[in-house]
């Protein structure tokens, strides 16, 4: 197997009607695990910086999706100034955390790959999804639909597209790949999509006294 080299391999992601898919959930997992290494040198996992952080702002989950590596830490924050009550009942982690207003954070290792929905049982209204990965190779797709895989090994793959709403089978759609690529891939996914939960009460309002 090749040596890891400096390159990026670039995808693209488009519906069945050529429009762009932001914010889809890219991996590569190798076909074959001989000689292939799943850690990286540096301060970087897959395409982000550590530490990960999801933020409670707004009364939301920010980012609304969120990929990692197994066994990596996760940092949640709450910047805002009331307290969240954030949670996931089913997955590969279930937990239970509540923050504090102005900062409070808490981090978890994730040692399970999978997905796992979290809530929160003060807003129920907010929603955000964390997908953990066996792979160093991932990343979310900008608004334009791009994905950038950096210093990835020349080998076959399995890329695997992910987000909560694709419906299709583990809202996954996956196809072999070879890298290096000849040039940058554009991938048209079949799959519909279904609708993004809109992140807002319809009657704000907050019942935290004597929570």
Not at 110 to 131: A, P, Q
Not at 164 to 173: F, G, M
Request: proline share 5%; charged share 20%; aromatic share 10%.
């Amino acid at each position: 197997m090749a040596s890891f080299g400096v390159s990026a391999e670039t995808i693209r992601l488009v519906d069945s009607t050529g429009e762009a898919m932001k914010n889809m959930v890219v991996y590569l997992q190798p076909k074959h695990l001989v000689g292939f290494h799943a850690e990286r040198a540096g301060e970087r996992v897959g395409n982000q910086a550590l530490p990960l952080e999801v933020l409670q702002k707004n009364k939301q989950f920010s980012p609304y999706i969120t990929v990692m590596q197994q066994g990596h830490e996760l940092r949640f924050v709450n910047d805002d100034d009331i307290t969240h009550h954030i949670y996931a009942a089913a997955g590969p982690k279930r937990f239970s955390l509540k923050l504090r207003k102005d900062k409070v954070t808490k981090t978890m290792v994730f040692d399970r790959v999978g997905h796992v929905s979290m809530g929160c049982n003060v807003h129920d209204w907010m929603s955000g999804h964390l997908l953990v990965v066996d792979t160093p190779y991932f990343g979310l797709t900008d608004d334009t639909g791009w994905v950038n895989l950096d210093s990835v090994p020349d080998a076959d793959y399995t890329l695997v597209i992910w987000h909560p709403q694709l419906l299709s089978q583990d809202n996954t759609v996956s196809q072999e790949v070879t890298l290096p690529l000849p040039q940058a891939l554009t991938i048209t996914v079949s799959a519909a999509m279904g609708d993004i939960p809109y992140q807002k009460s319809l009657d704000d309002f907050e019942f935290l006294e004597g929570y």
